[in-house]
């Protein structure tokens, strides 16, 4: 078993749509969570970055985390077709010199 | 743009083979990072340099090896190349080595054939 699992998707949605993306871990020393955008053929991009458990907005996007159930989760409002891409999440420790453990990365499609 | 450069773009080369992947961090980073994305394994870390030394290492392989230059520049090299190297790596490059962002580069896209 992996220690972080997300759904691979894909997961189609309507233009406007409001988006919930998941993932769970296993490692109860991951403190810092963070969500990448992957769009294709291209190198990941950091939308979100949180430490420890609570919700964070920026903009359309909120990222919420829960350490008791050990489950992360980012919020897509009004989704729109440029943000089809893949959507990684990762986490990492406080002293592994930050090296990051990914999810294997939802797909997402907005249609218009 | 991330202002992180990779190069070469695509390499193709055989079984057996050796390659070297360079990375250019973003100006006045001293940490790279390496990654290893596959559809089967995803994006997986592979070691970190702060500043020409080793931080730490993931599940790297044996015959893969990695350095950090005094221009701060990386190289990860891939040695007696498998078919299961193919794969995309990514460079990640951040300010020091702690618990900030990592900004990715494009990616080197390798196929081993």
């Known amino acids: 078993q992996k220690e972080v699992e997300q759904d691979p998707g894909p997961l189609s949605v309507p233009e406007g749509a409001i988006v919930s993306l998941n993932c769970t871990y296993s490692?109860?020393?991951?403190?810092?969570f963070m969500w990448y955008r992957q769009y294709s053929r291209k190198g990941p991009e950091l939308l979100m970055y949180?430490?420890?458990?609570g919700n964070k907005e920026d903009g359309r996007f909120t990222a919420q985390v829960d350490k008791s159930s050990k489950y992360i989760s980012l919020f897509i409002r009004d989704s729109q077709p440029s943000d089809s891409a893949t959507y990684l999440c990762?986490?990492?420790?406080?002293?592994?010199?930050?090296?990051?453990?990914f999810g294997g990365g939802t797909r997402l499609m907005v249609k218009p | 743009d991330s202002g992180v450069t990779q190069t070469p773009k695509h390499l193709i080369t055989a079984t057996g083979q050796r390659v070297t992947l360079r990375c250019s961090p973003r100006?006045?980073?001293?940490?790279v990072y390496w990654y290893q994305q596959s559809l089967d394994q995803g994006l997986q870390f592979l070691i970190h340099?702060?500043?020409?030394?080793?931080?730490a290492k993931g599940n790297i392989l044996e015959r893969f090896s990695a350095q950090q230059f005094p221009d701060l520049h990386s190289e990860l090299n891939l040695s007696s190349l498998e078919l299961g190297d193919s794969a995309l790596y990514f460079c990640a490059s951040s300010v020091a080595g702690a618990q900030e962002t990592q900004y990715f580069g494009p990616g080197t896209r390798l196929l081993v054939l």
């Open positions: 100006s006045g980073d001293l940490s």
């Open positions: 949180t430490y420890s458990s």
């Open positions: 490692n109860s020393a991951f403190q810092y």
């Open positions: 990762a986490m990492s420790v406080n002293n592994a010199g930050n090296m990051l453990t």
């Open positions: 340099y702060y500043n020409g030394e080793e931080r």
